[in-house]
């Protein structure tokens, strides 16, 4: 009876999160989402620490594919 209840709490675990993800994805995000920074250059990168180099500003970087990690606690 037991593996029976654990089953059936991830069978409902599992269709909340689904239907989570629909009605998220369903939600548009509106205009500004989309057309804040098109056609505009991209802010200096600040902050650190760069793991691979020594820090470089958007002219040195001009041309790159640059990936950029965020982390946020709070």
Known sequence: MAMKRSST????????????AV???AVS??????TARVGQPAPEITGG????SEPL???KLRG???AVE???FG
């Open 23 to 25: 009605v998220f994805l």
């Open 57 to 59: 500003n958007m002219e």
């Open 49 to 52: 620490p760069w793991i691979n």
């Open 29 to 34: 995000p509106g205009p500004e989402a989309f």
């Open 70 to 72: 965020f982390w946020t």
């Open 9 to 20: 709490w991830l069978a409902m675990l599992a269709a909340a999160g689904v239907a989570t």
């Open 64 to 66: 790159r594919v640059v």
